[in-house]
């Protein structure tokens, strides 16, 4: 395979692991917490980042596209700088800032750098979450940084800065969510999308088992079947995607351990819901199951 740096020896296990069916494979992912849905959706996601390919991870919230970005960063043994993506971000916060700073006695002009220069000097990864929110304006800026040419002319230094070996690009992306903004053509152009659909069935059992307090297995059960009816309900838009996230259905499940599973739910999912229609819809579900 040809890659742009060479890939680290826990990636060439890796790799080996996967291409041998062993356990060992399974085993390396669970280091890094995330349970893909399927193994496909994990080499592709390995093999175009090890081939130096941006990644757009897209899926609704919840569904664990940040963790995936934090196994990857992980299996990579690659640090990983963050951006959050909102109609706030700018240059500054993308490239960094000029500030005032003392030198040998002396007030001297300094520039602290931002993620997206620090992942390009350092070469490690750089998570851009939510990459939907932003101005469409801005990330244009980056342009450069995520094609074939890996530089940027820092308008604040006016230096050229090229990304070293390792640099590499994940994003995040929430179609259609409240707030976000179709994806620019030409910035889309530039990734690689992996879809990043809900888990299900027995791998959501596997995950409750291993990231709740919950342990009463019917009561798990329960909850996996909520997930899966919730869902439903979401692609039947009877409810908004929010209802259906994983992170919500993680804290629903550790709350029952202390209070009723219905006012769990209620807590943790229903109350989130803008709609009244949305929030019976889920609490007769709830009533019908627990
Ligand atoms: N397939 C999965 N494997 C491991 N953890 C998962 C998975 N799906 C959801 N989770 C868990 O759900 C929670 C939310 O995950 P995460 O923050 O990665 O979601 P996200 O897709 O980035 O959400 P958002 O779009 O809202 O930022 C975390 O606790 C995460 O561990």
């Given at each position: 395979?040809?890659?742009?740096?060479?890939?680290?020896?826990?990636?060439?296990?890796?790799?080996?692991?996967?291409?041998?069916?062993?356990?060992?494979?399974?085993?390396?992912?669970?280091?890094?917490?995330?349970?893909?849905?399927?193994?496909?959706?994990?080499?592709?996601?390995?093999?175009?980042?090890?081939?130096?390919?941006?990644?757009?991870?897209?899926?609704?919230?919840?569904?664990?596209?940040?963790?995936?970005?934090?196994?990857?960063?992980?299996?990579?043994?690659?640090?990983m700088f963050s951006v959050n993506c909102s109609?706030d971000l700018d240059a500054e916060s993308l490239l960094g800032f000029k500030t005032?700073?003392?030198?040998?006695?002396?007030?001297?002009i300094e520039f602290v750098s931002g993620p997206v220069i620090n992942a390009m000097q350092h070469g490690t990864f750089l998570y851009i979450d939510?990459i939907?929110?932003a101005k469409?304006e801005t990330l244009p800026l980056i342009n450069g940084v995520l094609d074939?040419r890996r530089t940027i002319t820092n308008p604040f230094t006016n230096e050229l800065v090229s990304a070293n070996?390792?640099f590499?690009v994940?994003a995040?992306?929430?179609?259609?969510?409240?707030?976000?903004?179709?994806?620019?053509?030409?910035l889309?152009?530039?990734?690689?999308?992996?879809?990043?659909?809900?888990?299900?069935?027995?791998?959501?059992?596997?995950?409750?088992?291993?990231?709740?307090?919950?342990?009463?297995?019917?009561?798990?059960?329960?909850?996996?079947?909520?997930?899966?009816?919730?869902?439903?309900?979401?692609?039947?838009?009877?409810?908004?995607?929010?209802?259906?996230?994983?992170?919500?259905?993680?804290?629903?499940?550790?709350?029952?351990?202390?209070?009723?599973?219905?006012?769990?739910?209620?807590?943790?999912?229903?109350?989130?819901?803008?709609?009244?229609?949305?929030?019976?819809?889920?609490?007769?579900?709830?009533?019908?199951?627990?």
């Amino acid at each position: 395979m040809r890659t742009n740096y060479e890939l680290s020896d826990k990636m060439t296990e890796l790799l080996n692991s996967y291409n041998r069916n062993s356990n060992a494979f399974q085993e390396l992912i669970g280091e890094g917490g995330y349970m893909p849905p399927n193994q496909e959706l994990l080499i592709d996601a390995i093999s175009a980042l090890s081939m130096g390919k941006n990644i757009l991870l897209k899926g609704p919230t919840g569904a664990g596209k940040t963790k995936f970005a934090e196994t990857l960063s992980m299996l990579f043994q690659q640090p990983m700088f963050s951006v959050n993506c909102s109609v706030d971000l700018d240059a500054e916060s993308l490239l960094g800032f000029k500030t005032l700073a003392n030198k040998d006695d002396q007030q001297v002009i300094e520039f602290v750098s931002g993620p997206v220069i620090n992942a390009m000097q350092h070469g490690t990864f750089l998570y851009i979450d939510e990459i939907n929110m932003a101005k469409p304006e801005t990330l244009p800026l980056i342009n450069g940084v995520l094609d074939y040419r890996r530089t940027i002319t820092n308008p604040f230094t006016n230096e050229l800065v090229s990304a070293n070996k390792g640099f590499n690009v994940i994003a995040a992306i929430n179609e259609g969510y409240v707030g976000t903004v179709p994806l620019n053509e030409a910035l889309k152009n530039r990734f690689v999308v992996i879809e990043i659909p809900y888990i299900e069935g027995e791998q959501l059992k596997q995950l409750i088992q291993e990231n709740t307090q919950l342990n009463d297995e019917h009561t798990i059960d329960l909850f996996v079947t909520l997930s899966a009816d919730l869902i439903q309900a979401v692609v039947q838009g009877k409810i908004a995607e929010d209802a259906a996230s994983i992170r919500a259905l993680l804290d629903a499940c550790d709350l029952s351990v202390l209070i009723p599973a219905e006012r769990a739910i209620q807590r943790a999912i229903v109350d989130k819901l803008e709609e009244d229609r949305e929030r019976e819809f889920v609490l007769n579900l709830a009533a019908t199951l627990f």
